[in-house]
């Protein structure tokens, strides 16, 4: 079983930045990830990193303003925000899996809780 708490949401001002931040307990993953889910849309991917390459992936909207990391000593993934617009508010969550993982919901079998990540215009 591996377990993620989430921290870093918050509100901000267009334009601004936040870093979240997401530590996994339990098991070794190989594939952490970020989604987000709008009020009134389906969670979709944000971004997502593999353990020991380091491969990244970033849906088109955030790329050049987003950037995935992982520290794999604290098993923590992190999303740094940059010039965050009001879409961009949603609960953003952390995802792992133990595999190496594709881009949609159904490759991850672990979630954070979610955290509120708002934006003001």
């Known amino acids: 079983q591996v377990q993620l708490v989430e921290s870093g949401g918050g509100l901000v001002q267009a334009g601004g930045s936040l870093r979240l931040s997401c530590a996994a307990s339990?098991?070794?993953?190989?594939?952490m990830g970020w989604f987000r889910q709008a009020p009134g849309k389906e969670r979709e991917f944000v971004a997502a990193?593999?353990?020991?390459?380091?491969?990244?992936y970033y849906t088109d909207s955030v790329k050049g303003r987003f950037t995935i990391s992982r520290d794999n000593a604290k098993n923590t993934v992190y999303l740094q925000m940059e010039n965050l617009k009001p879409e961009d508010t949603a609960v953003y969550y952390c995802?792992?899996?133990?595999?190496?993982?594709?881009?949609?919901?159904?490759?991850?079998?672990?979630w954070g809780q979610g955290t509120q990540v708002t934006i003001s215009s």
């Open positions: 990193i593999r353990r020991n390459i380091d491969t990244t």
């Open positions: 339990g098991r070794t993953t190989l594939s």
């Open positions: 995802a792992a899996d133990q595999k190496y993982s594709g881009l949609q919901l159904d490759d991850y079998n672990y």
